[in-house]
T-cell receptor, first 113, second 116 residues
């Protein structure tokens, strides 16, 4: 989506941490999500954060939200080859017309052995 | 069911033919969403339903596209007189609640539509 931007590609070595970044423009976002898409597959919900939170941790995943800068990041600790996929951030806006998601452009994560 | 079920997985149509895609939301979810993912991974919102009622159709093309969610039936997305540009993966998602809820959208595996 044109209002949610991500870098296109990230390459990390197995065992290192990965940090995937996302910037958004709409300050009315209520929730922000991270989805994972493996080749030929659907979207798997990884985690989400409410807009009044700064951080959320869930096992190897850490989400950081800087609402002032409209910046969201996903950190994957101890990255494994199975983490290779495209990662999408998405925002849900407080709009009267409903709670459709606006997706970022996706970041392809490649994990090197 | 516990997952969003989309059928068929792949659909091939000649240009000008009709295409119909189906989605069974997770049991108990009252919101259904359709998105189109084109070649550059871009997601485009098409339409959402609250039960059988259209909730938001701001993303639906004015012509050729229609969708329904009828009681006791899978939801459907139908494209009349398909064009090459309709080739995409169509995702369905469902959730329990609306905009101010923390209930996330759960996605199906998608239907890959190829127009020849």
């Amino acid at each position: 989506g044109e209002d949610v931007e991500q870098s296109l590609f990230l390459s990390v070595r197995e065992g290192d941490s990965s940090v995937i970044n996302c910037t958004y423009t709409d300050s009315s976002s209520t929730y922000l999500y991270w989805y994972k898409q493996e080749p030929g597959a659907g979207l798997q919900l990884l985690t989400y954060i409410f807009s009044n939170m700064d951080m959320k941790q869930d096992q190897r995943l850490t989400v950081l939200l800087n609402k002032k800068d409209k910046h969201l990041s996903l950190r994957i600790a101890d990255t494994q080859t199975g983490d290779s996929a495209i990662y999408f951030c998405a925002e849900k806006r407080r709009e009267s017309s409903g709670d459709k998601l606006t997706f970022g452009t996706g970041t392809r994560l490649a994990v090197r052995p | 069911g516990e997952e969003v079920a989309q059928t068929p997985k792949h659909l091939v149509r000649g240009e000008g033919q009709k295409a119909k895609l189906y989605c069974a939301p997770i049991k108990g979810h009252s919101y259904v969403f359709w998105y189109q993912q084109v070649l550059k991974n871009e997601f485009k919102f098409l339409i959402s339903f609250q039960n059988e009622n259209v909730f938001d159709e701001t993303g639906m093309p004015k012509e050729r596209f229609s969708a329904k969610c009828l009681p006791n039936s899978p939801c459907s997305l139908e494209i009349q007189a398909t064009k090459l540009e309709d080739s995409a993966v169509y995702f369905c998602a469902s959730s329990q609640r609306g905009a101010t809820s923390n209930q996330p959208q759960h996605f199906g595996d998608g239907t890959r539509l190829s127009i020849l």
